[in-house]
């Protein structure tokens, strides 16, 4: 079974610029999280998929940040425009079930510099 | 709202020592407490979870953690450090509710030496 798939894994965009980082969960996993590590500290909850629905945005830093998961698949995030702070590792994470304890599974990141 | 403290961002010992990784949570209800794993080039790995039951948990590749109501912790150890063992370590609370989401520590890098 493959896990989480996050593209591109590494990303260095000019301030001003657009990013689209994409994330293909597991195979038949309805749930689907994004977070961003920024500058070596905690890692911080972005928004909550269940399927195409937003589950939960709380997270999204600003309307600078934009996240789709159209068909309940794969899901993108962009951020229109970039800057500075925006800079950190995205990870995505998907679960088959939702609730609390349940096990999430995560990508490898998406490493964004924003110079 | 929930939180969780990790004591030492860094934690260095020699191969075939004791690995403790520390963590603090802050939570208003029952708390269900994780820990990740983050190897060079890699994603997060769940190495153990508390949700209820015994408080003594038992993980992948040795590790243990024990989660103390009244400290309010949830320690990670492991008995004797492999080099492998090198990686960066995260403890998470769960939401509460139906939120899946999770809260986490700023990280431990543990170093093995030989």
């Known amino acids: 079974e493959a896990g989480v798939t996050q593209f591109p894994s590494h990303s260095v965009i000019e301030k001003g610029q657009t990013v689209t980082l994409r994330c293909d969960p597991i195979s038949g996993h309805d749930n689907l999280y994004w977070y961003r590590r920024v500058m070596g500290k905690e890692i911080k909850f972005l928004l909550h998929f269940v399927k195409e629905s937003k589950q939960d945005e709380s997270g999204m830093p600003n309307n600078r940040f934009l996240a789709e998961r159209t068909g309940g698949t794969y899901s993108t995030l962009k951020v229109q425009p970039a800057e500075l702070e925006d800079s950190g590792v995205y990870f995505c994470a998907s679960s088959r079930l939702q609730g609390v304890g349940v096990e999430a599974f995560f990508g490898q990141g998406t490493r964004l510099t924003v110079v | 709202a929930q939180s969780v403290t990790q004591l030492g961002s860094h934690v260095s010992v020699s191969e075939g020592a004791l690995v403790l990784l520390r963590c603090n949570y802050s939570?208003?209800?029952?708390?269900?407490l994780f820990w990740y794993v983050q190897y060079p080039n890699q994603g997060l790995q769940l190495l153990l979870k508390y949700t209820t039951g015994a408080t003594l948990v038992k993980g992948i590749n040795g590790f243990e953690a024990e989660f103390k109501k009244s400290e309010t912790s949830f320690h990670l150890t492991k008995p004797s450090a492999h080099m492998s063992d090198a990686a960066e370590y995260f403890c998470a609370v769960s939401g509460t509710g139906t939120a899946s989401k999770l809260t986490f520590g700023t990280g431990t890098r543990l170093q093995v030496t030989l």
């Open positions: 939570s208003s209800v029952p708390p269900y």
